[in-house]
């Protein structure tokens, strides 16, 4: 039997492995060094006090999703945001402020939340965001972006802020890419790749995998150009179909226990990158590991979610803290009734468990609300 994943242990080694890397190249990068030593003890500390928190009865997630604003300058093809109109061209004005994303972010320092994956929309139009993110340097922050917005005062805040680690979202080679986000967008995302090596700036690549790439992106070839290029973080996240007429985009049994083989191989050749992949992993782990159990979502008008999947919720943070939203009624119900083990196609269980989930909710918010 094949052991258990353990996400938590895989990512804390996978930071040890790129601290130890980066104090061997101190004389080169003495500021990256430097932040590494200091971020591997923030976490072992935030580790302790979730440990804390857990046998107090409260259980902490180490991971929040962000969606720190609703609008992008891209249409890419089968955006399952676009469709639910989660992603809009302009922002309504409730969105919450860069005033109160700060209390949320001091807040998840608290509680002992170490990674905090900022999404959007496209994150980096929240400039404001991402220079608040920068300065609360005990937490990480994977800003997922387009790479459309990368510019001469973002590189220059990646490199005073450590902690900000640029992910670029890429569909495999140019042909694949652009035929999903657009003309030239394969060409702006390697060039700001080149940029990120030269200037000895750390970046990860968030990649969306369908019936058309599953091969492709996980072969060693193009794994290996990531690493050639200084890519240290690769998320392999599993299309979800949000139309019927995309239904044949997501992979299915056969091409998920191929990925299965074939991302255990990279993590075995490419150890010196971070490989995750969802819901891969989440299987390997007893179950998806949404509302609450390793992450939850804050969207950019501040409901908490179990997922950016599953835009339903219970509780807003506008009006309570992030430590009440944890507890979130919804989270507790899914997890009570099992709904994240239950087996799925389309990549997300509670993106095809909607309508129950729809259910769950409709039972806890009083009728006259």
């Not at 190249?25 to 804390?52: I, Q, Y």
């Amino acid at each position: 039997m094949k052991q258990q994943f353990d996400l938590q242990k895989h990512i804390e080694q996978g930071v040890e492995k790129i601290v130890a890397d980066t104090i061997r190249a101190t004389l080169k990068n003495p500021k990256e060094s430097a932040f590494m030593v200091r971020f591997a003890a923030a976490s072992r500390k935030a580790s302790k006090t979730r440990m804390k928190y857990e046998e107090e009865g409260l259980h902490v997630p180490a991971f929040l999703i962000a969606s720190i604003t609703s609008r992008c300058n891209l249409n890419c093809a089968g955006c399952y945001s676009r469709h639910n109109k989660a992603t809009v061209d302009t922002a309504p004005v409730q969105q919450l402020t860069g005033d109160e994303w700060l209390r949320i972010f001091r807040e998840a320092e608290e509680l002992g939340i170490s990674f905090i994956m900022l999404a959007g929309g496209e994150p980096m139009i929240r400039r404001d965001i991402i220079e608040a993110a920068g300065s609360m340097q005990n937490i990480i922050f994977p800003v997922f972006t387009n790479g459309t917005f990368v510019d001469d005062r973002y590189f220059r805040l990646f490199d005073e802020c450590r902690n900000l680690i640029p992910v670029l979202s890429i569909e495999g080679g140019r042909e694949i890419t652009d035929a999903r986000r657009g003309k030239g967008i394969y060409d702006r995302l390697t060039a700001n790749m080149k940029s990120f090596k030269e200037k000895g700036l750390i970046f990860g690549a968030s990649i969306t995998v369908t019936t058309e790439n599953y091969r492709e992106v996980t072969s060693r070839e193009f794994i290996n150009s990531l690493a050639e290029q200084g890519c240290k973080l690769v998320i392999y996240v599993e299309f979800v179909p949000v139309t019927d007429e995309a239904m044949h985009l997501a992979p299915g049994e056969a091409e998920r226990a191929y990925m299965e083989t074939a991302v255990d191989s990279l993590r075995e050749h490419f150890d010196e990158i971070v490989l995750l992949s969802f819901p891969g992993d989440e299987l390997a782990m007893g179950g998806c590991m949404a509302a609450g159990r390793e992450f939850f979502h804050i969207n950019s008008h501040g409901s908490a979610e179990p997922c950016p999947f599953s835009p339903f919720s219970d509780i807003n943070v506008k009006d309570t803290s992030l430590r009440e939203a944890i507890q979130s009624r919804l989270f507790d119900k899914l997890r009570e009734e099992h709904v994240l083990e239950e087996n799925h196609t389309g990549g997300c269980v509670l993106f095809t468990q909607r309508a129950r989930v729809e259910q769950i909710l409709s039972g806890l918010i009083p009728q006259d609300r």
